[in-house]
């Protein structure tokens, strides 16, 4: 077993995922489990995730098992894959802490405040840049919902670590400073946000939800690597998804946009045989990292 190899459990009766322990940005460690394509590469490599956080181990060998599908397919077009399982969100988190900043107090290492999400994926991404077989200058990110949100976090604070990246269905609230002062649907108990219930279907409606558009424009200045948006037509937080697509193509030239209908939000990763819409998005997704790998 390799000194970076905390476990190796199967996926079928054929297949492996290595299960890796990367150490965060704060000295504990966050799980991500790694399939391999054939062959000693070096590979380049796609981090895959979706949603919130939390659930440690247990989700993670969920996705590992029931959402394989997406991992089959980026395997087949040659590239090494991991789901990775990361802390839970913190309301506000990104919006009021601000960069983190590090020093040193008693030979110890001091931050400004506790890193979040995103930045165990930066942790991850840094982790598996230097294992045997993958090649550390193509790594690419597949976000979901809230961890399509947190590919643009991610670029907003830490450059250089991304080839390219794919944004479905980003749930961009915190990212887009958006007010819900005027939602009826959207409640608050005890400082923390309901927005289950959000319906921002119109992309003018999400625009003007913006409080900040000098502070968007500056987190935005820090993508510095071309991105694909994926929306979803039924979806609630439609315009938000075009919206963020929107913005950043004002800003780059190389961003980029499709949507299809499906009944399902996260339709990119299916649990069964994909359909026909699932089955396009797949080879979009495909296509789109390989013109950039």
Known sequence: MSE???????????ELADYYLAETLDG???????RRPAGDGPHP??????????????????????????TDVLLEAGYACAWSRYRTEVELGYQTGGALRTDVRQGMELMSRAPLEYEDEVAVLRHVAKLPGIDGSRLFHLGVSHAGEMLFKLLSQYGGLLRAGIAAEPASHELLTLSFDDHD?????????DIESLDMRSVERARRAITDPDEVSRRLDGVDIPVLVLGREQDE???IFRLTYELLAAKRSDAE???????IHGYIYPTGEPDAVQREALAVIVDFFDRHA
Do not use: K
């Not at 504990?28 to 790694?34: I, K, V």
């Not at 490599?45 to 979706?50: N, P, S």
């Open 28 to 34: 504990l460690y966050t799980p991500y489990a790694l």
């Open 45 to 70: 490599f796609v981090f895959i995730a979706y949603g919130n956080g939390g659930g440690g181990m247990e989700w993670l060998r969920d996705r590992v098992h029931r959402f394989r599908h997406i």
């Open 237 to 239: 937080l439609q315009g």
């Open 4 to 14: 970076w190899n905390w476990a190796t459990q199967p996926v079928d009766t054929d």
């Open 257 to 263: 946009w499709r949507s299809w209908s499906h009944d």
């Open 185 to 193: 649907e959207v409640t608050v108990s005890g400082g923390l946000r």
